[in-house]
Every structure is written in C-alpha cells, then in structure tokens.
C-alpha cells in the first residue's frame, strides 16, 4: 500500500516556476514507477511526466518538454516535478500516481496510487 501527498501548487503569474513534490509512504517507494497527471476544469486527466524506479529513465509529453522535469529521490520517498516558464495552459490541478506494474505509464489506468491533488493556476 502506497500513500501519496503532493505539496507545492499554488498561483503564478505566466513565466514563472513552481515546484511540485509528492511525499510516499510504504517502504518500497524506489520500485514504483512514479508519474504526474494534470486535469484542467471539463477536461480528462492527461498524463505530464513519468520516472522509473532508478530515476535514469524519464518520459514527458511533448508540450512540457523543455519546461518540465520530473525527478526523484527515493532516499526521502519525495518525486518532484519542476515546472519551469509556466503558461496560463498549465493551469490544473496535478496529481502524484505511483505504480508496480510498469505498464501503459502515460495512461490513468497504468496506476494504482494517487494523491488528492494540488491546484497549480497560471495567471495571463
């Protein structure tokens, strides 16, 4: 069982940054797969960033490429996703997933624990 907690949303202005971070509980937190998902009002939730277990592998969606880096460090049991030049486009509520099974990652469906969300709004 895997717990998760984000931290760190809150409100930018367009070209900011901000720093998500999803606090796991279990001690096995450095063999999930971690991942970031967003959902903007009326919208379904998109996958934004995943990492493996090791931290060396990572995979993002095209538009935050450049923008966005998603790492890990399983010492503390915290991902983190660095969001760099923020676009009124971000705006969302970002949700912390962690899986085992290491399949369809960049789908809703590939994960079995999430965290309540944190609200992260770009101001234009």
């Known amino acids: 069982q895997v717990q998760l907690v984000e931290s760190g949303g809150g409100l930018v202005q367009a070209g900011g940054s901000l720093r998500l971070s999803c606090a796991a509980s279990?001690?096995?937190?450095?063999?999930?797969?971690m991942g970031w998902f967003r959902q903007a009002p009326g919208k379904e939730r998109e996958f934004v960033a995943a990492i493996r277990w090791s931290g060396t592998r990572t995979y993002s969606i095209d538009a935050v490429k450049g923008r966005f880096t998603i790492s890990r460090d399983n010492a503390k049991n915290t991902v983190y996703l660095q969001m760099n030049s923020l676009k009124p486009e971000d705006t969302a509520v970002y949700y912390c997933?962690?899986?085992?099974?290491?399949?369809?990652?960049?789908?809703?469906?590939?994960?079995?624990?999430w965290g309540q969300g944190t609200q992260v709004t770009v101001s234009s």
């Open positions: 997933a962690a899986t085992y099974r290491d399949m369809s990652l960049t789908t809703p469906n590939g994960y079995d624990y």
């Open positions: 279990g001690r096995t937190f450095s063999q999930y797969v």
